[in-house]
Nanobody, 115 residues
C-alpha cells in the first residue's frame, strides 16, 4: 500500500511562511509526478503545484511567485515552501503522486492563515 506522509501545516499570520513536506516510498517517488493540491471549505480541490520527474514545474496562477515546490530525491520527499501567505490560502493541503491513470493521496494537512 502506497503511503504519502504529510507534515508541516498549521496556523500562520498573513505574510508569514510555512513549509509542507510529503514523504513517499522510493518506488513511487522515482516514477511519479508529485504535486500539492488544496481544498478550501465549500470549494473544489485545486492543483497548487506539480513537479514531474523530467517536465517543467507547474504552479497555479494564484501562488506563482509566492510558493516553491521542490523534491529531494535522496529523501524521497517533496516540499512546498509557502511565502507571503494570504487568508485565501487557507485550506487543507494534500500531497499527490500521479502516473498515467494511477494516483495516490496523502491524508491532508490544514493550513490556516489568520491574524
Amino acid at each position: 500500500q502506497v503511503q504519502l506522509v504529510e507534515s508541516g501545516g498549521g496556523l500562520v499570520q498573513p505574510e508569514g511562511s510555512l513549509i509542507l513536506s510529503c514523504a513517499a516510498s522510493a518506488d513511487v517517488f522515482s516514477r511519479y509526478t508529485m504535486g500539492w493540491y488544496r481544498q478550501a471549505p465549500g470549494k473544489q480541490r485545486e492543483l497548487v503545484a506539480s513537479i514531474p520527474i523530467y517536465l517543467p514545474i507547474t504552479y497555479a496562477d494564484s501562488v506563482k511567485g509566492r510558493f516553491t515546490i521542490s523534491r529531494d530525491n535522496a529523501k524521497n520527499t517533496v516540499y512546498l515552501q509557502m511565502n507571503s501567505l494570504k487568508p485565501e490560502d487557507t485550506a487543507v493541503y494534500y500531497c499527490n503522486a500521479r502516473r498515467s491513470s494511477t494516483e495516490y493521496w496523502g491524508q491532508g494537512t490544514q493550513v490556516t492563515v489568520s491574524s
